[in-house]
């Protein structure tokens, strides 16, 4: 019964996030508690010659220092995550991947990778001495050259990253379909480009932190950390110190903000607690802004070299594809990015011949992760920038083109003919592209639009409108579980294993479990974010925690429920598919004036010799249930973005915003369109404001927010938005993911806009962030091109 | 992201302040505001060993009338400009520019002594001040005072005149006519940043509709905000016609020398210096057609 | 090294009198000395806003301020909002209604710009609001929902001021 799934219900968590009384890891204090900071390479690749820690170790209040060689043999360096980077038999059949292993120490063994690699930590009775200390440990460097274009990083000869790995080449597939060759000599035209998405860093305002406390008497260590991931936490802890997994506890508390980076486990997470074992005390470590921005994962940062066949009418024939990740020093995940760009790329369209080589590769930078998107906006960017090139060449509305390939409703479901990375057949379950990109249009008023911009332009005035388009693949497995229990009071206990960074899963799995037993959300406590109550659990990232977590919160509910009522025959006398349960009260559909509650039930169900349970129905109200998706679900989505130009100044002003998209079941309205919005504010950023720039050597300049710059109030426009609601066919609740989509059409979208703008000049904005100083670039070229055309 | 060991005086009065700085002289550094000298101690990229809290003198902290000068105290906070009636009756040129400093937390607390004596010439109050030809007063320790033009205080990019032992007390705006009209015109990547480039503007129009009185100066394109003299000079008896305002995006051109940083190329920023003069200038000179007074 | 100041400062109605060392960040001094851990760091140089505080009455970044420069003042935080009886102040409400936070990490600071924001705004327009928060990054929620709290929060308060004007006048 749907009653609570599909409304806007207030998020239980904001009380105390509103009343200054949230607890993020800055916030916890622990008695005898230390602070640590680590010290950071200045340098993006070096050997590291001598540490000399003798000033530092003699300040007053310093209690340790550790440096690389300290930690040789005793802490094993971070791997790929298997559980993220491990490619499918089947799928390995079809890309034929080279993988080549790569990995970091916690604290740098003899060379250094990147600005702002871990050197030495130091621990101090609090962060101004420890900071003091870190500037008194001097490290001698012998630089080495720098490696920073993957180009140049590919080839034969070029210095390496990492001894071990080969041309810098950590990995590489390829990926085939149909014959994009022989298309491209049937085809009426073909376009060649090269597109470019920027590096970025997610910054949530949270910045990331560790607590440890490694306690001597039990040998248990409570980690507390701002991660989207306490299970794969645990899980590398234990391997890299050689701990007991169920030794270690792993807390997530309120965590502000993670968007991919927090998932990736860092070295500082593997330190503090192997420190706190050391010392014997708790020992904290807070991450500051300057750390984030030269330390933590960054993201992003794809070329592509496509080749595009198509005919006079706009059909695309096939489309070729060679790009090259820029991973920085490691990579951490595998194909994980680049094979969700290589099955995203054509999206929504039918392009039947299809050929993708990817090559991650590995430069001194800091390394990369999964990043809201995770290679789709790198995948939408080329695509959209492609179809909206191939209308302007032909001098279609880019309308006509998208219309022209893309995949129609009645073709639903539809084989993309190649395989999911988790080794299912790519195939869309549900939607309506046509009608979502019809619904778009007309909220933006769009043949209008095209009139009013005629006029304009006599005016001198520039505006513009650009789509985008994309279908997700969201709710990737491998599970998620929900262990629910009855307690003395007649409250839902519902621990989950996937913990959110502002999501409101409190909330929303509340409302999934209110529905199932017939409670109100409020009878339901979520507890989310520990790894001491539930086996195992996968985390959030990827748009899967709705889908998996609301999954098993929905089916475990289910198994409850059936217990409940079994229990509830018992005391009513009646046959338990004649119990029914509502708003929390439990009766007999008989007699409905005499009900019992859960409390009656849980005293009923407590293990105990008179009188006893049927032999059949096991004491306790407990069940646990582990939801695992036959294979991600897809949502989708069309974004349209208007916008004017001052040509002048290359400034970009974003008037209007607009988003149709489908995310199957939505559970509450409230919180989907709170995940769009700020979605589409990310995506804004990267589209016209966000950089993570290195120059030639390999250093950082945008280490400050004074350079690397995070949309404000003023430069985001509140996104109109359009539902679909094509429900899943995956899962029990027809429920698709959301988290991520917001961020993934942007860049293109606007970028299109952009382009229409100065539809007059010939511009091709194929990277990003498209800043005034770079648009009026374009401009100026544009206009001594089209000068010496008229000229001639 | 911990400031370094300091020690810590507050001084009641100037006199004090003086006298400490001319004891602690480069060891140390004057703390007003604190809004640019504090992120620079949070990085530790600056570690005086004496910090001089002069946030409490109160005989600093003052907007005044004073002949033909609006006179500011040093230790006045950026918001008290932004809410002064004085300021916007006459000296409206300071009260649109001001609002482009910063956010609302920052011009709570920032001053205008440490905005001059910060030297930053991104920042808009010496850009006004240059285009004005105000003064900067200057206390010594001996009681002595010096009164600087902006081009002898600002030497270059983050630098000024000013000595260790010097503190800068005043700053001096002129009080234009009362015909006369002004604009502010800056543009900034985003909401609150300090300028691609920023340009102020004061004309004045003779009966026939030609200017007179004309003052301007760019910011955030030189090592220090700078005065466009040709292009005042060439104003003067013009009316502004399309040659006329390209020969002043040239003149304006060729009076900048800005660098490539991240935000854009040296070459963007000399041309978006010359569009935000001609655009300032047009809008100043609207304001004088349309003959009220402009307060934003 | 020690050189500590007597501070003597009022946070949220309550004298605190400490020896601190001079270069404590005056948020440190909030969070650590005086446990209240609801006003956050999120940048440390100025920019982001979630340090936000009531410094006197005016919203000031807690991380560019040295607690020695507070003496004597008076400071609120986000934990002076709520209503006596613990129920959520207007403000804080309205953040709730319109789901204006999801992670809440950045919205003490928003809060504590808006409550001063709100004093001299009666009936904000949007262009207002943006402005007003635009020295509050948040990364979260694109902005479009706070707007919509403040909106809601002004009107809110508008007529509970009515309703009193119309109370006293009776």
């Known amino acids: 019964m749907k009653k609570y799934v599909g409304q806007s219900i207030k998020r239980k968590e904001d009380y105390r996030l509103v009343t200054g009384t949230g607890q993020f890891v800055a916030d916890i204090k622990l008695a005898g508690m230390l602070e640590a900071v680590f010290v950071r390479s200045p340098q993006s690749h070096a050997r590291i010659r001598k540490i000399?820690?003798?000033?530092?170790?003699?300040?007053?209040?310093?209690?340790?220092?550790?440096?690389?060689?300290?930690?040789?043999?005793?802490?094993?360096?971070?791997?790929?995550?298997?559980?993220?980077?491990?490619?499918?038999?089947?799928?390995?059949?079809?890309?034929?991947?080279?993988?080549?292993?790569?990995?970091?120490?916690?604290?740098?063994?003899?060379?250094?990778?990147?600005?702002?690699?871990?050197?030495?930590?130091?621990?101090?009775?609090?962060?101004?001495?420890?900071?003091?200390?870190?500037?008194?440990?001097?490290?001698?460097?012998?630089?080495?050259?720098?490696?920073?274009?993957?180009?140049?990083?590919?080839?034969?000869?070029?210095?390496?990253?990492?001894?071990?790995?080969?041309?810098?080449?950590?990995?590489?597939?390829?990926?085939?379909?149909?014959?994009?060759?022989?298309?491209?000599?049937?085809?009426?035209?073909?376009?060649?480009?090269?597109?470019?998405?920027?590096?970025?860093?997610?910054?949530?305002?949270?910045?990331?932190?560790?607590?440890?406390?490694?306690?001597?008497?039990?040998?248990?260590?409570?980690?507390?950390?701002?991660?989207?991931?306490?299970?794969?936490?645990?899980?590398?802890?234990?391997?890299?110190?050689?701990?007991?997994?169920?030794?270690?506890?792993?807390?997530?508390?309120?965590?502000?903000?993670?968007?991919?980076?927090?998932?990736?486990?860092?070295?500082?997470?593997?330190?503090?607690?192997?420190?706190?074992?050391?010392?014997?005390?708790?020992?904290?470590?807070?991450?500051?802004?300057l750390e984030h921005l030269t330390s933590a994962r960054q993201s992003r940062d794809q070329i592509h070299d496509v080749v595009v066949a198509y005919r006079?009418?706009?059909?695309?024939?096939?489309?070729?594809?060679?790009?090259?990740?820029?991973?920085?020093?490691?990579?951490?995940?595998?194909?994980?990015?680049?094979?969700?760009?290589?099955?995203?790329?054509?999206?929504?369209?039918?392009?039947?011949?299809?050929?993708?080589?990817?090559?991650?590769?590995?430069?001194?930078?800091?390394?990369?992760?999964?990043?809201?998107?995770?290679?789709?906006?790198?995948?939408?960017?080329?695509?959209?920038?492609?179809?909206?090139?191939?209308?302007?060449?032909?001098?279609?509305?880019?309308?006509?083109?998208?219309?022209?390939?893309?995949?129609?409703?009645?073709?639903?479901?539809?084989?993309?003919?190649?395989?999911?990375?988790?080794?299912?057949?790519?195939?869309?379950?549900?939607?309506?592209?046509?009608?979502?990109?019809?619904?778009?249009?007309?909220?933006?008023?769009?043949?209008?639009?095209?009139?009013?911009?005629?006029?304009?332009?006599?005016?001198?005035?520039?505006?513009?409108?650009?789509?985008?388009?994309?279908?997700?693949?969201?709710?990737?497995?491998?599970?998620?579980?929900?262990?629910?229990?009855?307690?003395?009071?007649?409250?839902?206990?519902?621990?989950?294993?996937?913990?959110?960074?502002?999501?409101?899963?409190?909330?929303?799995?509340a409302q999934i479990g209110a529905d199932a037993l017939g409670l109100t959300p409020d009878d339901i406590v979520i507890k989310v974010g520990d790894t001491a109550v539930l086996p195992f659990g996968a985390g959030t990232y990827a748009s899967r925690s709705a889908v998996n977590a609301g999954s098993a919160m929905h089916e475990a509910s289910l198994k409850l429920r059936k217990k409940i009522v079994a229990i509830a025959g018992i005391i009513l006398g009646t046959p338990p598919e004649e119990v029914e349960?509502?708003?929390?009260?439990?009766?007999?559909?008989?007699?409905?004036?005499?009900?019992?509650?859960?409390?009656?039930?849980?005293k009923r169900a407590r293990p105990a010799a008179r009188p006893p349970l049927p032999p059949e129905i096991e004491p306790g109200l407990q069940v646990t249930h582990y939801f695992v998706p036959p294979t991600v679900t897809f949502a989708s989505s069309v974004h349209i973005a208007e916008v004017e130009v001052d040509k002048e100044t290359g400034f970009v002003e974003l008037q209007n915003y607009s988003v149709v998209h489908d995310c199957g079941t939505v559970i509450n309205p409230m919180i989907v369109d709170g995940q769009v919005q700020g979605g589409v504010a990310q995506g804004i950023g990267s589209a016209l404001y966000e950089e993570i720039v290195y120059d030639q050597n390999g250093q950082l300049l945008t280490g400050t927010y004074m350079d690397y710059l995070l949309p404000t109030s003023m430069e985001i426009p509140t996104v109109k938005k359009g539902h679909q609601e094509f429900l899943s066919t995956r899962n029990p609740l027809g429920i698709k993911g959301v988290g991520e989509g917001g961020a993934i059409s942007p860049p293109a979208a606007i970028a299109n806009a952009i382009v229409d703008a100065l539809s007059d000049l010939d511009i091709v904005i194929n990277q990003l962030p498209v800043s005034p100083s770079r648009l009026r670039g374009l401009i100026k070229e544009a206009e001594k091109k089209q000068n010496s055309i008229l000229s001639k | 992201m911990k400031p370094a060991v300091f020690s810590y005086l507050r001084p009641t009065n100037l006199q004090q302040a003086l006298n400490y700085l001319e004891e602690y002289g480069e060891d140390s550094k004057i703390l007003s505001g604190g809004q640019s000298l504090i992120p620079t101690m949070n990085m530790r990229l600056s570690a005086p060993a004496y910090l001089i809290d002069i946030s409490r003198i109160k005989e600093l902290n003052y907007i005044r009338q004073d002949g033909d000068f609006l006179a500011v105290g040093a230790l006045t906070k950026?918001?008290?400009?932004?809410?002064?009636?004085?300021?916007?009756?006459?000296?409206?040129?300071?009260?649109?520019?001001?609002?482009?400093?910063?956010?609302?937390?920052?011009?709570?607390?920032?001053?205008?002594?440490?905005?001059?004596?910060?030297?930053?010439?991104?920042?808009?109050?010496?850009?006004?001040?240059?285009?004005?030809?105000?003064?900067?007063?200057?206390?010594?320790?001996?009681?002595?005072?010096?009164?600087?033009?902006?081009?002898?205080?600002?030497?270059?990019?983050?630098?000024?005149?000013?000595?260790?032992?010097?503190?800068?007390?005043?700053?001096?705006?002129?009080?234009?006519?009362?015909?006369?009209?002004?604009?502010?015109?800056?543009?900034?990547?985003?909401?609150?940043?300090?300028?691609?480039?920023?340009?102020?503007a004061v004309v004045d129009l003779n009966e026939d509709g030609s200017l007179s009185n004309v003052k301007i100066a760019v910011g955030g394109v030189n090592p220090t905000p700078t005065v466009l003299e040709e292009v005042e000079h060439y104003l003067v008896g013009k009316k502004l016609t399309d040659n006329v305002l390209e020969h002043v995006s040239t003149l304006t051109e060729e009076s900048v020398d800005p660098e490539t940083d991240l935000h854009g190329t040296a070459e963007y920023r000399r041309e978006l210096a010359a569009k935000l003069t001609v655009r300032a200038i047009k809008i100043a000179v609207e304001r004088a057609k349309e003959g009220e007074k402009h307060v934003q | 090294m020690s050189n500590k100041v007597q501070v003597e400062i009022t946070i949220n109605g309550k004298i605190v009198q400490k020896e601190v060392e001079p270069r404590l960040l005056l948020t440190d001094f909030i969070r650590d000395e005086c446990n209240h851990t609801g006003t956050h760091l999120g940048c440390e140089h100025g920019v982001c806003g979630a340090c936000t505080i009531l410094l006197d009455n005016e919203p000031v970044r807690g991380c560019l301020m040295f607690a020695v420069q507070a003496d004597g003042s008076e400071i609120q935080t986000v934990e002076s909002l709520k209503n006596a009886d613990g129920t959520l102040n207007v403000l804080q409400q309205s953040f709730s209604d319109n789901h204006a936070l999801q992670c809440g990490f950045c919205t003490p600071g928003f809060l504590m710009t808006l409550t001063h924001f709100l004093e001299d705004h009666q009936n904000p327009s949007e262009k207002e609001i943006r402005e007003a928060i635009s020295g509050n990054l948040c990364r979260c929620t694109g902005y479009a929902n706070i707007i919509k709290a403040v909106q809601q929060a002004a009107k809110t308060l508008q007529n509970e001021e009515m309703n009193h004007s119309v109370i006293s006048a009776q």
């Open chain 1, 581 to 602: 349960m509502e708003d929390g009260k439990i009766f007999s559909k008989e007699n409905r004036s005499h009900s019992i509650t859960l409390q009656d039930v849980y």
């Open chain 1, 312 to 509: 006079n009418d706009g059909t695309i024939l096939s489309l070729r594809d060679e790009f090259v990740v820029d991973s920085g020093a490691v990579n951490f995940f595998g194909f994980t990015c680049a094979y969700n760009t290589a099955y995203h790329l054509r999206g929504a369209f039918k392009i039947p011949n299809f050929e993708v080589t990817s090559r991650i590769v590995l430069t001194n930078k800091t390394p990369n992760v999964p990043f809201r998107g995770a290679g789709r906006p790198e995948a939408v960017f080329t695509m959209d920038r492609v179809i909206d090139m191939i209308a302007r060449k032909l001098k279609l509305d880019p309308v006509e083109v998208i219309k022209k390939n893309m995949i129609q409703a009645h073709e639903m479901p539809y084989d993309q003919g190649i395989l999911v990375k988790d080794g299912a057949r790519l195939i869309y379950d549900s939607g309506d592209y046509p009608a979502a990109l019809n619904q778009a249009l007309e909220m933006v008023e769009y043949d209008s639009f095209r009139k009013r911009q005629k006029e304009l332009k006599k005016e001198g005035k520039n505006i513009g409108i650009g789509i985008s388009t994309y279908v997700e693949g969201t709710g990737a497995g491998p599970f998620e579980g929900a262990l629910l229990s009855v307690d003395s009071t007649g409250k839902v206990i519902a621990h989950l294993g996937a913990s959110p960074q502002g999501q409101g899963h409190e909330t929303v799995f």
């Open chain 2, 78 to 200: 950026h918001k008290d400009i932004e809410h002064s009636d004085l300021v916007k009756e006459v000296c409206p040129l300071l009260a649109e520019a001001i609002k482009w400093v910063g956010h609302a937390q920052i011009r709570n607390r920032g001053t205008v002594g440490g905005s001059i004596a910060h030297g930053d010439p991104s920042a808009e109050l010496p850009c006004v001040l240059t285009a004005l030809r105000g003064e900067i007063v200057i206390a010594n320790v001996d009681g002595s005072e010096e009164v600087l033009v902006p081009e002898e205080f600002f030497l270059t990019y983050m630098l000024t005149s000013l000595q260790p032992d010097q503190m800068v007390k005043e700053v001096r705006f002129p009080i234009i006519s009362k015909q006369c009209r002004s604009a502010f015109v800056e543009v900034a990547r985003r909401h609150g940043d300090f300028g691609l480039a920023m340009v102020a």
């Open chain 1, 52 to 289: 000399d820690i003798s000033k530092a170790k003699e300040l007053p209040g310093v209690h340790v220092i550790l440096i690389g060689d300290d930690i040789k043999g005793k802490i094993k360096p971070i791997t790929q995550f298997e559980s993220h980077s491990a490619v499918p038999p089947n799928v390995a059949k079809e890309i034929n991947p080279k993988i080549q292993f790569n990995y970091e120490s916690v604290l740098a063994v003899d060379k250094v990778m990147y600005v702002g690699q871990p050197v030495a930590v130091v621990v101090a009775d609090n962060r101004y001495i420890a900071e003091d200390a870190a500037d008194l440990i001097k490290v001698d460097y012998e630089q080495l050259t720098p490696i920073v274009n993957p180009f140049e990083a590919m080839k034969e000869g070029s210095p390496l990253v990492q001894e071990q790995v080969e041309q810098n080449i950590q990995m590489e597939f390829h990926l085939n379909l149909g014959d994009a060759r022989l298309a491209e000599q049937q085809a009426d035209h073909i376009l060649k480009t090269r597109v470019h998405t920027p590096r970025l860093s997610s910054n949530p305002i949270e910045t990331r932190g560790v607590i440890a406390d490694y306690d001597l008497r039990t040998e248990q260590t409570h980690v507390w950390s701002a991660t989207q991931l306490p299970f794969e936490v645990r899980a590398t802890i234990a391997h890299c110190l050689g701990w007991t997994e169920q030794n270690i506890r792993v807390t997530a508390p309120d965590v502000g903000g993670g968007f991919g980076p927090k998932g990736g486990v860092h070295p500082e997470e593997i330190v503090i607690p192997y420190i706190s074992n050391l010392v014997g005390r708790p020992v904290k470590w807070v991450e500051d802004r």
